[in-house]
């Protein structure tokens, strides 16, 4: 039986600023949902311009003071690796456009090794895999998230899952080291398919008409190998939130405003 999450579904917003604040609306309603509920919330961030301005828009939220974040964790899906201090980090972006304000316990940020923590490349992916197995879901040794926010790169890439490259195939690991990355830096860290898709929810934040071809693709079905974003699914909802730029090549009954 296919999973919900399956049948991809479009909500296009006019241009990149409305579309940041229409996905961190939807961002802390889900978590003030999660909490309210009593449970705990994993989320799995990401990088790129619409990844830390939709979190910035959500730091202008003001219901965010309200929530215990006592119960919320954030993750990355990949990340540079790069010296803590280097402003490349999707974890340094992300603290600062909103983890840094926020009344969240240390250990609820789980960031990927940087460059000049001790660990080599393989050694810091080894370590990222072992931390997500403190939190095992329903689909293997990792949480099954909330939400996992993705951007997808002109070439169709997610996370550090670039195409045509074995990192997009596996499914034996968590946590990949990447080498020789096509997009700079060359050194980088990922989750791998399996953990992304093991997500409730994988949100993909799309602007630009750079981004238009690779959106048409992922919604076409093309293969996962070439068009990575066409592999990312989640158990519950799959959604590609885009601006009116990156949505044109979108069938129309694809796109869902009721979400």
């Known amino acids: 039986m296919a999973r919900a999450g399956s049948e991809k579904r479009v909500v296009i917003s006019p241009d990149p600023e409305s579309l940041a604040d229409a996905v961190a609306t939807r961002f802390v309603n889900r978590v003030i949902k999660r909490v309210d509920e009593g449970k705990i919330a994993h989320i799995s961030l990401t990088g790129g311009s619409m990844g830390a301005t939709v979190l910035a828009a959500a730091a202008q939220d003001e219901r965010i003071d309200r929530i215990d974040w006592s119960r919320v964790h954030f993750w990355w899906s990949d990340e540079r690796f790069l010296p803590a201090a280097d402003d490349e980090r999707n974890e340094k972006q992300a603290r600062a456009a909103l983890l840094d304000r926020l009344d969240l316990p240390a250990e609820n940020i789980h960031a990927m090794a940087a460059s000049d923590t001790g660990l080599d490349l393989d050694a810091a992916a080894a370590a990222y895999a072992d931390e997500l197995a403190r939190f095992p879901g329903p689909d293997g040794p990792w949480p099954s998230f909330d ?34 990355s096509p997009k700079p830096p060359p050194e980088r860290i990922t989750m791998t398919r399996p953990v992304i898709n093991g997500s409730k929810r994988v949100w993909m934040v799309i602007a630009g008409t750079d981004k238009a071809s690779a959106l048409g693709l992922a919604l076409a079905g093309a293969s996962y190998a070439s068009v990575p974003a066409a592999g990312a699914k989640g158990r519950k909802r799959t959604i590609f939130f885009v601006d009116e730029a990156a949505a044109a090549q979108v069938p129309p009954d694809l796109i869902d405003q009721e979400y």
């Not at 670039?162 to 946590?175: G, L």
């Open 147 to 180: 939400v996992c926010f993705l951007g997808v790169g002109p070439d169709a890439h997610i996370a550090s899952l670039f195409p045509d490259r074995p990192e997009i195939q596996a499914t034996d690991s968590a946590v990949l080291p990447v080498r020789n």
